[in-house]
């Protein structure tokens, strides 16, 4: 798609709303007056259930944010938690919003969801807004203003819809093609594939479903799963599978037995060309740190750069809460902010680093700050001063626990948020959204933390936050941390490219990921699209709004392919093995719960290294492997003055450092998996068909071969399969074409005949289907549930799925049944979708003239295939299949 038209104000009007009070009108909120306390829309009642506005839009839009403005002061009646539905018609609409607003004047802006869950953006004509509840109790919900902006351009949203419309009209003939074939009616299943050019699913899964379902031809099946999973058609579903994080705990120092000591708040990039691990500074709950740090990963080996930087030119002094970031182009490493106990004054020698400060004391808030910026060469392992002050460069002021991110093929530093270090300690500042041009040394205000554009989404201002680079789509993102007193779990992508940003999650928390926190980290795998979070501190109910840890670990995966995304809890190996979890070596049990630590990820392996941090008040978050260190620990504990109570408390500060790495099920696991069911259904049908014995050396060799009998749920699977052997109906029981009724004896020619078998249809004289009974009436016995009213005549309400799956398809007797058509997914052409003249007839391989002497296949076998191959769907990519759901599911009205 070409580019966006610009963001304008939307007009709209007001049509329609649940109720009002008194001169509180709906249409009140077209007006922004906040000195006005009556210019507003006011619910009539306090109960908070079932209230609405309805806005409608002048033009069909694609809506992009919404606005809410406020009375000049905090009311009562200002809504609180709210949400906000949107479509092109009243009547049919899809949650886009769920948000709160504050109890302030300020106005406040929010990104609406404008495109749906595999990215295809949908017009949006209405507007419905619900309030859920006041921030006054017992008062009724108000809002006092509403604007709205998006892009109104005629031939951009004209595009907009034409291609949504096109989606939702593939949408449903997919479902309604899933439904045929679900009830085997192979024929008008084919027609419609013919002539629509659609493609229900990935042409190797179309030909699994024929050997599975139509023809029962096993050996053929298994060899396409190898297909299947070659296509990588498996990869996403192993990617989508919760995976359990394996943490080893890494011992090994230097040459002299020393690795870095006991720290939170320092910084560490990687070098993953190199496999170098670089670690600067910190806080060890004394003093601020300035030792400089390499691990070597191939030797797995600590090696100390410089014990105090500060004796060095031009390098950087003691600090903590600073950003570093590696140029694996130019081999440089970069250096910014801090919250440290003094920095360099006007006139003194850079290099000087720490001189007359006490280092006994908390770190504080500098009184003249500057905003310091260094580079370090790794090859010449020299320090440059590059910028004394930045903030005088249109560079961000001195700041601390904010996020730094580098594109080295652009050579760009990205630079956002963190709070102000001014030397004013009663007021909070924080920083905007800058960028670092590398190659002419030249900063850009990217976004102003106190911009309220009416046009753009603008980032909150924040701190403790996490932000990644996704170097492919060039886009920062950016979520969580810290803003005035609130944890925030909102999460915002920037599009470097189009300046543009766009709210990803208001909560994610609500959509399935982790709580509200602080200082949690996050890195980015690019190839896999993921970005994993190790979260830190947060705030809950449960601790009556205090901050504190989890009491266990708290790590997420954030999958971002598909926007939204999605969230996924890593699982620990205890969770899937017992008996990790009783390990006594500390190197075989998992990280505590912190804060303040660095994790950096190395791409080439697929491996976190996590160091260091703040493990919360000692005696509450206690873990067995740090007990065996209590030796060596009796630097890391430091005393604090715990706000408002005046008692004092020891902090745990931490020096262990860990790798980890991400387990997930492999491509020959699916297989064997997949294997294992198809195996089953063909050890069921060998029951029923086959000697017993030749059955049981099948269960024993063919079927136990692809079974873990480590898996307790599997094993007891396997064992159960025997009770077939044992109620499986004798081969000469099983009914066959010729076992077949005698013909009855008709008392009339004219009389039509009951079939129990089929569904007769005649017409009711204008082409509508009725239900052929003795006298042309509908026949109650056939509905599921008694009716209060008769059914209107000339309207079948007797389909019988059953009859409908054991009535045998003409498409199933015909060798190469099915038109081709285009193969979307695949990029070929011509794809029949009964699999292709290479796999010949469909059912039983013999002419029409026999059709009556082959096997048939009953409505008891299809549907058992069925769900075989349905079951194997699960481990099949998204566009690949068929939908996930049924067609009736959106048959719900009928009969309610």
């Not at 192979?186 to 229900?200: A, C, F, M, N």
């Not at 996050?522 to 901050?547: K, M, S, W």
């Amino acid at each position: 798609m070409s580019a966006e038209p610009s963001i304008i104000p939307l007009s709209y009007t007001v049509p329609d709303s649940s109720s009002y009070t008194g001169r509180y009108l709906p249409r009140n909120i077209l007006v922004d007056n906040p000195e006005d306390q009556g210019s507003r829309w006011s619910t009539a009642i306090q109960s908070n259930s079932n209230h609405w506005i309805l806005l409608q839009l002048n033009k069909l839009a694609v809506l992009k944010q919404i606005t809410f403005g406020k009375h000049h002061k905090p009311h009562p009646c200002t809504m609180k938690e709210f949400k906000v539905f949107a479509g092109m018609d009243s009547e049919h609409m899809a949650e886009v919003l769920h948000a709160s607003l504050k109890n302030d004047p300020n106005k406040e802006h929010f990104s609406v969801r404008h495109f749906n869950s595999i990215g295809i953006y949908f017009p949006t004509r209405y507007i419905k807004i619900v309030p859920l509840s006041a921030h006054g109790q017992n008062y009724n919900s108000s809002i006092w203003h509403v604007s709205m902006s998006g892009i109104e351009d005629e031939a951009f949203v004209g595009r907009i819809k034409k291609n949504y419309d096109e989606f939702r009209e593939t949408q449903l003939l997919r479902h309604v093609l899933k439904h045929l074939r679900q009830r085997r009616m192979l024929t008008p299943y084919s027609s419609i594939l013919s002539r629509s050019g659609l493609q229900i699913e990935h042409p190797l899964v179309s030909k699994l479903h024929e050997n599975i379902v139509l023809q029962g031809n096993w050996e053929q099946a298994m060899d396409l799963l190898n297909s299947i999973s070659s296509a990588s058609l498996f990869d996403s579903y192993l990617h989508r599978c919760q995976p359990y994080a394996v943490w080893k705990r890494i011992h090994d120092t230097n040459t002299n037995g020393d690795v870095p000591p006991l720290r939170a708040g320092h910084a560490m990039c990687i070098d993953h060309v190199n496999g170098l691990i670089y670690l600067f500074g910190g806080w060890d709950g004394v003093k601020s740190l300035d030792d400089f740090w390499v691990f070597d990963i191939k030797r797995s080996r600590w090696s100390i750069i410089s014990q105090v930087t500060s004796r060095e030119h031009n390098a950087p002094g003691a600090r903590s809460c600073h950003k570093m970031v590696h140029d694996p182009k130019l081999g440089y490493i970069y250096v910014l902010g801090r919250l440290g106990d003094e920095e360099p004054k006007a006139g003194q020698e850079i290099s000087s680093g720490r001189s007359g400060t006490d280092t006994n004391t908390t770190p504080t808030l500098s009184l003249k700050p500057i905003s310091e910026f260094y580079r370090y060469h790794i090859e010449t392992r020299k320090w440059t001063c590059l910028s004394y002050d930045v903030a005088s460069s249109n560079g961000p002021p001195l700041i601390f626990d904010h996020q730094m991110v580098m594109d080295s093929e652009a050579q760009m530093l990205y630079v956002f948020g963190g709070r102000v270090v001014d030397g004013n300690s009663d007021s909070v500042k924080y920083s905007g959204l800058y960028s670092y041009n590398v190659q002419n040394n030249k900063w850009r205000l990217l976004q102003h933390p106190d911009n309220v554009s009416h046009a753009s989404v603008n980032i909150p201002p924040r701190f403790g936050h996490s932000m990644v680079l996704e170097p492919n789509s060039r886009q920062l993102f950016i979520f969580a941390g810290q803003l005035n007193d609130k944890f925030l779990s909102d999460m915002y992508s920037y599009d470097i490219a189009t300046d543009t940003t766009t709210e990803i999650f208001s909560n994610f928390t609500s959509a399935g990921g982790p709580g509200a926190c602080f200082t949690q980290r996050a890195v980015i795998d690019p190839r896999l699209h993921e970005i994993y979070v190790f979260c830190g501190l947060t705030r809950g109910h449960q601790n009556g709004g205090g901050t504190y840890l989890a009491s266990g670990p708290s790590n997420w995966v954030y999958r971002y392919s598909s926007q939204p995304g999605q969230w996924t809890r890593m699982l620990s190996e205890a969770d899937v093995d017992s008996s990790k979890g009783t390990e006594e070596e500390d190197d075989s049990v998992e990280p505590v719960p912190r804060y303040a630590h660095q994790v950096v990820y190395d791409p080439n392996t697929r491996t976190v290294y996590m160091h260091g941090g703040n493990a919360g008040f000692a005696g509450a978050l206690e873990r067995h492997q740090y007990e065996n260190d209590r030796d060596d620990a009796e630097g890391e504990q430091e005393t604090l003055r715990r706000e408002g109570d005046g008692s004092t408390e020891k902090e745990k500060r931490l020096g262990d450092f860990w790798k980890m790495s991400l387990v997930r099920p492999s491509r020959d696991e699916i297989l064997r998996q997949a294997k294992y069911q198809i195996r089953q259904q063909q050890f069921r049908e060998m029951c029923e068909e086959k000697p017993a014995v030749e059955a049981l050396s099948f269960l024993r060799n063919e079927v136990s071969s692809v079974v873990d009998h480590s898996n307790p749920k599997e094993a007891e699977t396997f064992r159960s399969l025997l009770t077939h052997l044992v109620m499986a109906s004798p081969i000469d029981s099983l009914p066959t074409p010729d076992d077949e009724a005698p013909p009855r004896k008709r008392s009339r020619p004219n009389t039509p005949e009951k079939d129990s078998s089929s569904v007769p249809v005649s017409t009711n004289g204008v082409g509508v289907a009725s239900l052929n009974g003795t006298n042309g009436t509908v026949n109650r016995s056939t509905i599921g549930t008694a009716t209060k009213s008769s059914p209107r005549p000339g309207i079948n309400f007797g389909v019988d799925k059953e009859k409908l799956q054991s009535s045998e398809d003409p498409v199933e007797y015909e060798s190469d049944p099915n038109p081709s058509f285009t193969a979307v997914v695949s990029g070929s052409n011509n794809v029949s979708i009964g699999g292709g003249d290479d796999l010949g007839p469909i059912g039983d391989h013999s002419s029409s003239s026999d059709r009556h002497h082959h096997k048939p296949l009953t409505q008891k076998r299809f549907e058992q295939r069925n769900e075989v191959f349905e079951s194997l769907l699960e481990f099949v990519a998204e566009e690949a299949k068929q939908p996930d759901r049924n067609l009736l599911d959106f048959i719900d009205w009928f009969g309610l």
